[in-house]
């Protein structure tokens, strides 16, 4: 069994930056995908970036060339750096586990607790 432990967010100006780390424990896993999503308020979860274990990425296009994500495999921790940062990117963002290739919310089967992040304008 895998667990996810997600952290970093917090309270930022618009502009600002923040990382989100997901840390992982338990069983060890192959070719799997790590993606980040986030859930706004009043709106539906969307996903925001994925790194998958061969080291291929993808991200939302809100978040392109703002977001960056990256995995540390020997500490099994994935980070999302997330640079200036607006209002709409305020959310709960969760670290979820998949299949590698998997970018849909339901097929990843491990999800983390969330963070909150707060964009202030």
């Known amino acids: 069994e895998v667990q996810l432990q997600a952290s970093g967010g917090g309270l930022v100006q618009a502009g600002g930056s923040l990382t989100l780390s997901c840390a992982a424990s338990?069983?060890?896993?192959?070719?799997?995908?790590i993606g980040w999503f986030r859930r706004a308020p009043g709106k539906g979860r969307e996903g925001v970036s994925f790194i998958n274990s061969d080291g291929s990425t993808r991200y939302a296009d809100s978040v392109k060339g703002r977001f960056t994500i990256s995995g540390d495999n020997a500490k099994k921790t994935v980070r999302l750096r997330m640079d200036s940062l607006k209002p709409e990117d305020t959310a709960v963002y969760y670290c979820?586990?998949?299949?590698?290739?998997?970018?849909?919310?339901?097929?990843?089967?491990?999800w983390g607790q969330g963070t909150l992040v707060t964009v202030s304008s």
């Open positions: 979820a586990l998949g299949p590698s290739g998997s970018t849909w919310p339901e097929d990843f089967h491990e």
């Open positions: 338990g069983s060890p896993f192959t070719n799997y995908v």
